[in-house]
């Protein structure tokens, strides 16, 4: 049996182009520490992180003076920094195509990617992710695709957790008409998770006894429910609806 070819996974490389704070903020976000895949970096977590915290502290003290020797330190810590984290993105790059053949799910190996923090792109470029998009001190941004065109609704579960591997045992739900989602006032330094659902009209008539296929980026199924033909929902008092959420996706908070 041949075995199944996949698009090579990239690790976009556009933190190249950050200010300096987004930089420092994109590099204290990257975190192997306790990945189930990537488990040994070039550069570990600790030394990425301070990197980024010496660069961000000349940055802030330059903007109140106006040193050549702070400026140019400014700069030469910036490369620093870009050349540590290329070398981690180098790594990163070839534990998700490994991970994507070993699964024989392209998207395995995109998940690895960020979930730890990077993103990845595609052969025209840039490629909005599914799953975290980006991440800042207290706060993580999602974005899930839609199932279907036109009205939808997305259920977001979301909690913190003590591994990467681990769903949370307590979460809080969230409602969204967009398939995007920042969950802000996170504490640092904690594992967040979160798993998504989508919920799309179907007609009354339609069967719905028959359970969908979790969502996911593979799938783009959701869960349905069904309306009357004056577009108001049906909902069967004594069966509670069937959400099907799709897998759960881990960062670590900045």
Known sequence: ?????????????????????????????????????????PNNDTQIHALADTVLTTHTSRQTSSSKTLSASEHEQRDILIEALDENANYL?????????????????????????????????????????????????????????GVEGHIWEGGTT???????????RAYTLEADCIFSNLASGTIFAYRHASIVPVAHSAKTSTP?????????????????KAKHPVIDFNK????????WRYVVVP
């Open 93 to 149: 790059e070839n534990v998700a195509n490994k991970v994507a053949k070993a699964n024989g799910d392209i998207n395995a190996g995109y998940a690895v990617v960020t979930r730890i923090g990077f993103q990845y792109t595609n052969k025209t470029g840039a490629k909005r992710n599914t799953g975290i998009t980006d991440v800042g001190i207290g706060w993580v941004h999602a974005h899930e695709a839609k199932s279907k065109k």
């Open 1 to 41: 049996m041949a075995t199944k070819k996949f698009p090579k996974i990239k690790v976009s490389r556009k933190y190249k182009q950050l200010s300096v704070p987004a930089l420092g903020s994109f590099a204290k976000g990257t975190v192997f520490t306790g990945d189930p895949d990537a488990t040994t970096p």
């Open 212 to 228: 969908a296929t979790p969502h996911s980026s593979v799938s783009k199924t959701a869960s349905v429910i069904p309306m009357s």
């Open 162 to 172: 003590t591994a990467k591997s681990i769903p949370p045992t307590s979460v809080n």
């Open 240 to 247: 509670p609806i069937a959400y099907q959420f799709g897998e």
